[in-house]
């Protein structure tokens, strides 16, 4: 055996038969499996019902979120400083939240104007967003 043979088997151990993979076995002690599987299935599902959907989130008023959203729906507006203040976000965030969620997902009509050299940005009351004025440019399949 060569020097670097030895040095590759010195960090491995042989797997004792205890710790075989299951598929190695025989076939009788797979049929025992398969109502283990089941039974572990139906507890996975049962827990899974007990437990709430994190994907579902509900409007929290003490969100991050909504505190943005009602700076912006307040009389004077917010400017990203305060914004910023309010939620610990950076000036990034408060701008790609602006962007992403305010206007394109909850299609609020958002504008901005400037006021003592610092930007106000408020959410338009009235008609919340563009309606289906336009056709789509894709063509149906």
Same mark, same amino acid.
């Not at 929290?60 to 203040?85: C, E, F, N, P």
């Given at each position: ?8 088997? +010195? ?9 075989a ?5 025989s ?18 599902? @049962? ?8 994907? +579902? ?36 965030? +408060? ?8 206007r ?15 930007? +106000? ?6 008609? @919340? ?6 056709? @789509? ?5």
């Amino acid at each position: 055996m060569t020097k670097s043979a030895k040095k590759r088997s +010195v960090g491995r151990s042989p797997v004792p038969a205890a710790k075989a993979s299951p598929r190695t076995g025989s076939s009788n002690t797979r049929k025992g499996t398969t109502a283990a599987v089941a039974s572990n299935r139906a507890a996975a599902v @049962s827990e899974q019902a007990a437990v709430p959907d994190t994907k +579902v989130k509900k409007s929290d008023a003490a969100s991050k979120q909504s505190r943005v959203l009602a700076m912006l729906q307040a009389q004077g507006g917010a400017t990203i400083a305060a914004m910023m203040q309010a939620t610990g976000w950076q000036q990034h965030s +408060v701008r790609g939240f602006l962007a992403g969620v305010v206007r394109k997902r909850l299609k609020l009509t958002l504008s901005s104007k400037k006021v003592d050299g610092t930007r +106000v940005y408020q959410v338009v009351s009235g008609e @919340s967003g563009k309606g289906p004025t336009g056709q @789509s440019k894709r063509q149906a399949a």
